[in-house]
Nanobody
Framework: QIQLVESGGGEVHTGGSLRLSCATIGATRDYYKVAWFRQAPGKEREGVACMTDVGETTYYADSVKERFTISIDKVQRRVILEMNDLKAEDPGVYYC????????????????????WGQGTQVTVSS
């Protein structure tokens, strides 16, 4: 059984940085795609960054381009999200997601494209 465990959330001031990590436990082979999503109170879950072809191609939501970076630590089997210049619109619960299936373009930013999900880690940005 695959488990995804996120960590690294917390509270930062506007302009600050956080590094989220997602441990993938129980995976028997490399995922085709991995992603980070976030959900703010009262809003739908949205994709912020994803990676396909086992790290060959990355996609980002327009709102986080140039500020967030998704990466994979294949040795430790972790999915990383580096978040810089955090803004007032970035808070929410951040979820890691993975899937073995293929996908086209930036469809990995959609919740329907992902099979396995973590429990989430809270990110708060204060002014």
């Amino acid at each position: 059984q695959i488990q995804l465990v996120e960590s690294g959330g917390g509270e930062v001031h506007t302009g600050g940085s956080l590094r989220l990590s997602c441990a993938t436990i129980g995976a028997t082979r490399d995922y085709y795609k991995v992603a980070w999503f976030r959900q703010a109170p009262g809003k739908e879950r949205e994709g912020v960054a994803c990676m396909t072809d086992v790290g060959e191609t990355t996609y980002y939501a327009d709102s986080v381009k140039e500020r967030f970076t998704i990466s994979i630590d294949k040795v430790q089997r972790r999915v990383i999200l580096e978040m810089n210049d955090l803004k007032a619109e970035d808070p929410g619960v951040y979820y890691c997601a993975t899937d073995y299936g293929t996908s086209d373009g930036d469809s990995c930013l959609t919740t329907a494209s992902m099979l396995s999900w973590g429990q989430g880690t809270q990110v708060t940005v204060s002014s």
